[in-house]
């Protein structure tokens, strides 16, 4: 089989009906199979994949497992030989997957492929996500320092120009929105680290992906649409605890890849400002 596309749901039913559509109706000449895991969803999204994809393999969570252990549970049973990472609200063009297969095919030393990733389906200009850099530790602790990000604007260097000249493009980061990737490579590096939960995921495979002696490509002439309906499952989270498990996942991305002192240094400042925010928050509601 040649890949494996695989998607994480929490209540994104309506936005997950059109990705599974638009996957089914624009890919040809792949062999491919579909794994929904289902974290616990109440809005009628296992009962819908039952009942209208029978053939779609559903794993179903007793509870919000978050991103890293739901793709970690699908590449454990996964045959294809390549492994899509698909967020549930993407829209997928005629050829995207064909071109992103092929490409793996034909370049052994290809780890992960991503594509261009539009933000809005009737709106094209709008770019959404394009490859990133490493990010550096200062970036990290001051965007997610509400206090810090008030006095220091960091120039925002994650981000980097797409060259429209290149058909591909050599990346150090891939976002994990959609991002194919070698099933036997993600399975040899351990998959997602669980460590994380929702954010740096992608920043840490791409990492991961290089250090194993592999590249991660972009390819400028694919695309996918974001409707954005997938943001609707962290919405759905109260504030706090959203802004808990981003601190939650910088701190383990920071010790992972800064070492223990500045590791240190993040967790007094991040979680100073955590229980600043919790202490505003009793503030306002008095």
């Avoid at 780890?111 to 990133?132: E, M």
């Avoid at 995921?201 to 390819?219: A, H, K, P, Q, V």
């Avoid at 002192?261 to 007094?268: G, V």
Wanted: net charge neutral.
């Amino acid at each position: 089989m040649d890949l494996t596309i695989s998607i994480t749901s929490y209540n994104t039913k309506y936005v997950l009906s059109e990705t599974l559509q638009a996957i089914i109706e624009n890919t040809h000449n792949v062999e491919y199979e579909i794994v929904v895991v289902d974290n616990n969803s109440s809005d009628g999204t296992i009962e819908y994949i039952e009942k209208a994809y029978p053939e779609i393999i559903l794993i179903k969570n007793d509870e919000n497992r978050y991103l890293c252990y739901a793709q970690n549970q699908a590449l454990k049973i996964a045959r294809g030989k390549y492994f899509l990472i698909c967020n549930s609200d993407m829209y997928i063009p005629e050829n995207t997957i064909e071109e992103m297969v092929r490409f793996l095919n034909n370049h052994p030393d290809a780890g992960s492929v991503g594509c261009v990733n539009f933000g809005d389906k009737g709106n094209p200009q709008n770019l959404a996500y394009v490859p990133w850099d490493v990010r550096t530790f200062s970036q990290i602790v001051t965007q997610n320092s509400y206090v810090l990000s008030r006095f220091v604007k960091p120039k925002n260097t994650a981000y980097r120009e797409l060259d429209s000249s290149l058909a591909t493009q050599t990346v150090p980061i891939n976002g994990d929105a959609f991002m194919m990737c070698i099933t036997d490579l993600l399975r040899k590096i351990g998959g997602y680290d669980e460590k994380f939960k929702l954010f740096y995921t992608e920043d840490d495979l791409s990492l991961r992906i290089l250090t194993n002696g592999y590249r991660n490509y972009f390819l400028n002439y694919a695309h996918v649409y974001n409707t954005g309906g997938g943001s609707q499952s962290t919405r759905q989270l109260p504030r706090f605890f959203l802004q808990k498990i981003h601190i939650g996942d910088a701190l383990a991305y920071t010790n992972k890849y800064f070492g223990d002192f500045r590791y240190c240094m993040a967790r007094i400042i991040l979680y100073f400002d955590l229980y600043f925010i919790y202490r505003l928050v009793l503030f306002f509601k008095k």
